[in-house]
């Protein structure tokens, strides 16, 4: 689609241009993301989906934590979140354990087996990362980290 097409002025033509180009690139980042995530996901477990390697992820972070502050992280239902933390306990990747601070609650926090699994996947994340971002040098690295957050405060 042409700037003309969207009913674009010449005048914004080239940041229309622009932002096009952005929206293609983060398109093709998300889903090289979502690929990435299920393949490292597979490695943990074969039968682990992507969405709860997310979870996982997030209870390794902020571990020991509760369902509720996880599904406020992840901006997701408490329910559903509940049903990826049940995968997690089956497959023995995080424990269940009553709450000190209000007995009626329980927080989740990673086994050792789910601690090995954690560091195996920041050592697949490392290395995929790493390997891509060859070549670049650390004043790139330190501006790419910085239009990153810029984009994403933006977002927020």
């Known amino acids: 689609m042409t700037a003309t097409d969207a009913g674009i002025s010449p ?3 080239l940041e229309f241009s622009a932002v096009r180009g952005i929206e293609y ?4 980042l998300v889903r090289r993301i979502r690929l990435s995530k ?3 996901a597979r490695k943990i477990h074969e039968e682990m ?10 209870v ?6 509760r369902a509720g502050e996880i599904a406020e992280v992840l901006d997701m239902d408490k329910s559903v979140i509940s049903r990826h933390l049940a995968a997690l ?3 023995g990747l995080i424990r269940r354990d ?6 009626r609650s329980h927080t989740v926090s990673l086994t050792e087996l789910g601690v090995g699994k954690v560091r195996e996947a920041i050592a697949m994340r490392w290395e995929d990362i790493s390997a891509r971002l060859e070549g ?3 004043q790139d690295l330190d501006a790419f980290v910085a239009q990153l957050q810029r984009f994403n405060a933006a977002i927020e």
């Open 98 to 103: 009553c709450d000190p601070d209000d007995r």
């Open 60 to 65: 390794a972070e902020h571990q020991p934590t």
């Open 38 to 40: 299920a393949e490292v």
């Open 11 to 13: 005048a914004d033509a």
């Open 25 to 28: 690139e983060l398109r093709t």
């Open 136 to 138: 670049w040098t650390r």
């Open 49 to 58: 989906p992507p969405s709860t390697y997310t979870v996982f992820v997030v």
């Open 89 to 91: 306990t089956e497959l």
